[in-house]
Protein backbone atom coordinates (compact mmCIF):
# COMPACT_ATOMS: atom_id res chain seq x y z
CA UNK A 1 0.00 0.00 0.00
CA UNK A 2 1.49 3.66 -0.92
CA UNK A 3 0.06 6.52 0.50
CA UNK A 4 0.62 9.86 -1.16
CA UNK A 5 0.71 13.47 0.26
CA UNK A 6 1.25 16.34 -1.57
CA UNK A 7 1.75 20.22 -0.59
CA UNK A 8 2.76 23.01 -2.03
CA UNK A 9 -0.28 24.60 -3.31
CA UNK A 10 -2.04 28.15 -3.30
CA UNK A 11 -3.13 31.09 -4.56
CA UNK A 12 -0.24 33.11 -6.78
CA UNK A 13 -0.24 35.65 -9.76
CA UNK A 14 -0.32 35.05 -13.48
CA UNK A 15 3.64 34.58 -14.14
CA UNK A 16 4.16 33.49 -10.74
CA UNK A 17 5.39 30.06 -10.23
CA UNK A 18 5.11 27.57 -7.55
CA UNK A 19 6.12 23.78 -6.06
CA UNK A 20 4.32 21.24 -5.62
CA UNK A 21 5.54 18.27 -3.87
CA UNK A 22 4.37 14.88 -3.03
CA UNK A 23 5.77 12.17 -0.45
CA UNK A 24 5.18 8.91 -0.74
CA UNK A 25 4.65 6.44 1.97
CA UNK A 26 6.27 2.71 1.10
CA UNK A 27 8.64 2.27 -1.64
CA UNK A 28 8.03 3.58 -5.20
CA UNK A 29 10.78 2.42 -6.61
CA UNK A 30 10.20 1.59 -10.49
CA UNK A 31 6.76 2.76 -10.08
CA UNK A 32 5.55 5.23 -12.50
CA UNK A 33 4.19 8.70 -11.01
CA UNK A 34 2.23 11.41 -12.30
CA UNK A 35 0.58 14.84 -11.62
CA UNK A 36 -3.23 14.92 -12.62
CA UNK A 37 -5.19 18.30 -12.23
CA UNK A 38 -9.08 18.81 -12.13
CA UNK A 39 -10.59 21.94 -12.69
CA UNK A 40 -13.87 22.81 -11.18
CA UNK A 41 -16.57 21.28 -13.61
CA UNK A 42 -14.17 19.50 -15.44
CA UNK A 43 -12.22 15.74 -15.92
CA UNK A 44 -9.17 15.09 -14.23
CA UNK A 45 -6.60 15.56 -16.90
CA UNK A 46 -2.79 14.74 -16.68
CA UNK A 47 -0.17 17.10 -16.49
CA UNK A 48 3.24 15.44 -16.03
CA UNK A 49 4.45 11.77 -16.06
CA UNK A 50 7.34 9.98 -14.68
CA UNK A 51 7.35 6.45 -16.36
CA UNK A 52 9.88 3.85 -14.09
CA UNK A 53 13.00 4.71 -15.80
CA UNK A 54 12.83 8.02 -15.49
CA UNK A 55 11.28 9.08 -18.86
CA UNK A 56 9.25 12.29 -18.07
CA UNK A 57 6.13 13.40 -20.83
CA UNK A 58 4.21 16.51 -20.49
CA UNK A 59 0.69 17.73 -21.56
CA UNK A 60 0.99 20.16 -24.32
CA UNK A 61 -0.63 22.85 -22.46
CA UNK A 62 2.33 22.71 -19.72
CA UNK A 63 5.50 21.83 -22.15
CA UNK A 64 8.40 24.48 -21.54
CA UNK A 65 6.31 25.59 -18.21
CA UNK A 66 6.42 22.62 -15.92
CA UNK A 67 8.81 19.74 -14.69
CA UNK A 68 8.06 17.05 -13.09
CA UNK A 69 11.01 15.46 -11.00
CA UNK A 70 11.68 12.42 -8.37
CA UNK A 71 14.38 12.43 -5.53
CA UNK A 72 14.22 8.90 -5.30
CA UNK A 73 16.30 9.09 -1.64
CA UNK A 74 13.30 11.35 -0.04
CA UNK A 75 10.67 9.43 -2.29
CA UNK A 76 9.31 12.49 -3.12
CA UNK A 77 7.79 13.63 -6.25
CA UNK A 78 7.50 17.26 -7.68
CA UNK A 79 5.80 19.64 -9.75
CA UNK A 80 7.96 22.79 -10.59
CA UNK A 81 5.89 25.01 -12.07
CA UNK A 82 7.01 28.48 -13.84
CA UNK A 83 4.61 31.25 -16.17
CA UNK A 84 1.58 30.09 -13.87
CA UNK A 85 -2.19 31.11 -16.31
CA UNK A 86 -5.31 31.42 -15.02
CA UNK A 87 -6.16 28.76 -16.80
CA UNK A 88 -3.82 26.24 -14.43
CA UNK A 89 -6.19 26.67 -11.54
CA UNK A 90 -7.08 23.47 -10.79
CA UNK A 91 -6.54 20.91 -7.82
CA UNK A 92 -3.56 19.16 -8.21
CA UNK A 93 -3.21 15.23 -7.78
CA UNK A 94 -0.13 12.94 -7.14
CA UNK A 95 -0.73 9.43 -8.50
CA UNK A 96 1.31 6.37 -8.65
CA UNK A 97 1.08 3.28 -9.90
CA UNK A 98 3.67 -0.27 -9.75
CA UNK A 99 3.42 -0.50 -13.42
CA UNK A 100 6.31 1.36 -14.59
CA UNK A 101 4.36 1.93 -18.04
CA UNK A 102 1.29 3.13 -16.37
CA UNK A 103 0.30 6.38 -15.02
CA UNK A 104 -1.19 7.94 -18.31
CA UNK A 105 -4.61 8.11 -17.74
CA UNK A 106 -6.91 7.61 -14.96
CA UNK A 107 -7.37 3.88 -14.91
CA UNK A 108 -3.70 2.74 -15.07
CA UNK A 109 -2.91 4.25 -11.63
CA UNK A 110 -3.57 2.61 -8.17
CA UNK A 111 -2.54 5.23 -5.80
CA UNK A 112 -4.18 8.86 -5.62
CA UNK A 113 -3.34 11.97 -3.12
CA UNK A 114 -5.76 13.66 -1.94
CA UNK A 115 -5.06 16.55 -3.50
CA UNK A 116 -3.66 20.43 -3.35
CA UNK A 117 -5.34 23.21 -4.86
CA UNK A 118 -3.79 26.25 -7.20
CA UNK A 119 -5.17 28.92 -7.75
CA UNK A 120 -4.27 31.88 -10.44
CA UNK A 121 -5.30 34.84 -10.53
CA UNK A 122 -4.93 37.87 -13.15
Known amino acids: QVRLTESGGGSVQAGGSLRLSCVAS???????MAWFRQAAGEERERVARIGGFGLTTYADSVKGRFTISKDSAKNTLYLQMYSLKPEDTAMYYC??????WGCGVLNEVAYWGQGTQVTVSL
Open 26 to 32: GDTSGYC
Open 95 to 100: AADSNR
